[in-house]
């Protein structure tokens, strides 16, 4: 029985009560198959990102992200067209809009031109709808300027959760991660940057590479690349393509 006393009883024991429901309320939301608030939505699990695609033809993709600058795009799409490499370029929506010609550049050579969303952010610190207006915002920019539909997108750092890949995904996205890492990013010297990407190189990957100017050794680094992994027996492709071929193989020949 509750009694009101000098001691307080009542009030411990409604203290005592509210504590044992806030329990109760946090075993509810961390239970099984339960989200906590502000939690990654229920739904069927998304793809994982792609970083290598299963095949056994040597071949593999090399990709550029493009976020700042007008020096080292050029410098690397001349390489690139000198030495008849196809290669897909991750654009991102305001360094395209303010560099138009040179997207125009990248499409006349004919080169895979994807998105590298718009702000540069970490989409994991993102909601869904902030995830979903980047990304469609710099795939209006980019059909404006290419005049071509984008389905992939490279994540800014190549940051993602679970919760932003149901996103892309339900845009009809792929997010286009990668398996081999050139860390030209880190500028750490080109003999660095070309011994890494022969050593790591496999079939089927993507290499991530940046044709930003922050990056200051890549079109330096690039030609060893390119006659490195040409003379390890490696076709170059662009992502798409690297697909097209995956999926091939995996098809049923018509019996001879």
Known sequence: MWTISPDRTVTRRLAVGAGLLAI???????????????AAPEGAVP?????TVAIVKKELALTFDISWGTVMPPKVIAILVREKVPA???????????????????????????????????????????????????????????GTKTDMVRPPNGDYNRRTLQVAESMGYTVVLWGTDS????NPGVGAITSRVLRLAHPGDVVLLHASDTCKQTDLALPAIISGLRSQGYQFVTVDQLLQDAKAAQEPQPAA
């Open 88 to 146: 897909t370029f991750f654009l991102s929506g305001p360094w395209s809009g303010q560099h138009p010609e040179l997207v125009a550049l990248l499409k006349r050579d004919g080169f895979q031109i994807e998105s590298h969303g718009q702000a540069h952010v970490n989409y994991s610190g993102l909601s869904n709808a902030q995830v979903q207006e980047n990304i469609s915002k710099a795939q209006t920019i980019l059909e404006q300027v290419a």
């Open 47 to 51: 793809k994982p990102p792609l970083r």
């Open 183 to 186: 860390r030209d990013w880190m």
């Open 24 to 38: 109760a309320a946090g075993l509810y939301f961390l239970a099984p198959g339960r989200s906590a608030p502000g």
